[in-house]
């Protein structure tokens, strides 16, 4: 089992930044591919980023290319998403999540966090 714990979601105004941060415990963190979904108010989830157990390889939905990035501190244990340039319609509970491979983690992950909440304001 994988336990993830986000932090540092908020209300911030259109063209702010936002960093969040996700805490692993419980299985070998490195092995894992990590990611964000995202979840607006009557939408299904979505995905937003990923990245290698290594860190060498990332994956960005195209709707945050750009403005997003995504990254890791394996001794740390923690997954980052740092969001430039966000805007209101990037309003959504955000997801952490791992999984085992590049293509799981990007559609149905094995883990899921419990969630943080974004609110951008026009």
């Known amino acids: 089992q994988v336990q993830l714990v986000e932090s540092g979601g908020g209300l911030v105004q259109a063209g702010g930044s936002l960093r969040l941060s996700c805490a692993a415990s419980?299985?070998?963190?490195?092995?894992?591919?990590m990611g964000w979904f995202r979840q607006a108010p009557g939408k299904e989830r979505e995905f937003v980023a990923a990245i290698s157990g290594s860190g060498d390889t990332t994956y960005l939905a195209d709707s945050v290319k750009g403005r997003f990035t995504i990254s890791r501190g394996n001794a740390k244990n923690t997954v980052y998403l740092q969001m430039n340039s966000l805007k209101p319609e990037d309003t959504a509970v955000y997801y952490c999540?791992?999984?085992?491979?590049?293509?799981?983690?990007?559609?149905?992950?094995?883990?899921w966090g419990q969630g943080t909440q974004v609110t951008v304001s026009s």
């Open positions: 999540a791992a999984a085992g491979n590049s293509l799981t983690i990007r559609t149905t992950p094995n883990y």
């Open positions: 419980g299985r070998t963190f490195s092995n894992y591919y």
